[in-house]
């Protein structure tokens, strides 16, 4: 631990601008040794990731959004027979440029167009990069509002090095949550920024940024609590606020307007083929509010979030000293948090299918900075600088480590437990043998029921 330690202090940027700059070179100059499709005949455009970007290839390469071409993708039926893509299209928008882009060099290059082929691949891959360091970019601005620059440079690299945020970035990137991640940034950045000037291109920004993530994940909805709460102190500060708002209802109006706006392409489509403005499209999946699997979520072996991301353990804490520091951020962070595990953990597949952790929580990391910056802090001001250096080096050490091997399936996607966990701790590759030993350790989930 001393090792590390001294390592970090030597070596690690010591800034939030060199950290980010560390950061780009790192990603750029290592995704092949992450990249998690590096076989010929590989995409990122599998499971949900192909889902997402379904609506893209539809509409650009086939002209058919009613899916009848030969697909694999997930539809869902509609009371008038009609099929569906199960997700919603709001990924797809911002896959859209990144695709028109690759479509217009896989075009000139003679390569494959059919939405599949490297360009392509290489195109969204890159660009979700580029949209996960612009989300670091932008928190670490937010931090360094209420926290030193040594605060902000260490919860950075904590949320990137030391989640499973980097295996979304530079893994497997194609999911909703690194894109999420970013949204959620945007949306608190402009909401301190509305707040701060009460200017109405903030307000419609953070409209925007709002009612894209809802449209991606609808559960998303909880996070209006965030603009709602902040500042908010005291029962009276909630009063004042009401009046306020209702002093700003013309600009909300507007808001509402632009929340909506990423909608209306969604509804427009679900009423042209199953007669509906909304649509639930996930058919008999849905919650067990009354039976919610905390502890699994938690601490579980197939996909506990603090046995696979244990330096979030710092967050946790950290909202025990959060109130202090940032009491305008504390109540909205709080409630979200909250609100969100329990949805996490209600839902039917509480293990949220194959994934590297609890993927469902990463887009929170933008907000669960705070409180993981609020600890930080005051370990720094007990003067433990070397101590919570060290402790973090191993945590960031451990998730790479963890990272690497979920590539080679030492980790199981889906079936972990806590004997297969411990069985494979040192390992970083599967062996033909290995498998076979592994395989009676693990406990596949029952998708055809609510797993346990």
């Known amino acids: 631990m001393k090792n590390i330690s001294v390592f970090m202090n030597t070596h690690f940027p010591t800034s939030g601008k060199k950290l980010l700059l560390f950061i780009f070179i790192f990603n750029f100059a290592t995704y092949n040794v992450w990249r998690d499709w590096r076989s010929d005949n590989r995409t990122p455009f599998v499971s949900d990731a192909d889902q997402y970007y379904s609506y893209v290839v539809a509409t650009f390469i086939y002209h058919d959004l009613s899916f009848s071409f030969q697909h694999q993708y997930w539809l869902a039926k509609a009371p008038n027979g009609a099929l569906v893509p199960k997700v919603s299209m709001g990924l797809a928008y911002l896959m859209a440029p990144f695709f028109g882009i690759a479509h217009l060099v896989a075009l000139t290059t003679n390569k494959v167009a059919d939405g599949y082929s490297a360009p392509y691949a290489f195109g969204i891959y890159y660009s979700i990069i580029l949209i996960v360091f612009l989300g670091l970019f932008y928190l670490r601005k937010i931090l360094i509002r209420y926290f030193t620059e040594e605060v902000s440079t260490l919860t950075i690299a904590s949320i990137y090095f030391g989640t499973n945020l980097f295996y979304y970035t530079l893994g497997w990137n194609t999911l909703a949550h690194a894109y999420l991640f ?3 940034v945007f949306f608190l950045y402009f909401t301190l920024r509305w707040y701060d000037t009460f200017k109405l291109k903030y307000l419609i920004l953070l409209s925007l940024a709002f009612g894209l993530s809802v449209l991606i994940r609808p559960t998303e909805i909880v996070i209006a609590f965030v603009p709602l709460l902040y500042g908010i102190r005291t029962f009276k500060d909630i009063k004042e606020r009401t009046i306020f708002l209702w002093n700003k209802k013309l600009h909300l109006l507007i808001a509402a307007f632009f929340f909506l706006l990423p909608w209306i392409p969604q509804m427009i489509y679900w009423k042209i083929y199953t007669d509906q403005f909304l649509f639930y499209s996930y058919g008999n999946e849905g919650f067990y509010f009354s039976n919610p699997q905390f502890y699994n979520v938690l601490l579980g072996f197939r996909k506990g979030w603090l046995i696979y991301t244990p330096i979030m353990i710092f967050s ?13 951020l504390f109540w909205g962070i709080l409630i979200v948090f909250l609100i969100t595990f329990y949805l996490i953990s209600a839902w ?5 299918g194959g994934c590297f952790g609890m993927r469902a929580l990463i887009q929170l990391y933008a907000f669960l900075a705070f409180p ?3 600890f930080y802090s005051y370990v720094l001001e007990k003067k433990r600088k070397k101590l919570l250096i060290g402790v973090m080096s191993f945590f960031i050490f451990y998730n790479l480590y963890q990272t690497y091997r979920y590539m080679a399936t030492v980790i199981h996607w ?3 437990t806590k004997e297969a966990f411990w069985w494979g701790i040192f390992k970083v590759h599967m062996s033909d043998q290995d498998k076979l030993e592994i395989k009676p350790l693990l406990d596949p989930p029952d998708y055809s029921k609510r797993g346990q």
Do not use: E, H
């Open 182 to 184: 970013t949204l959620f």
């Open 316 to 328: 946790l804490a950290g909202f025990f000293i959060f109130k202090k520091k940032c009491p305008d």
């Open 348 to 352: 039917w597949a509480w293990w949220w």
């Open 372 to 374: 993981m910056a609020a």
């Open 414 to 416: 889906d079936s972990m």
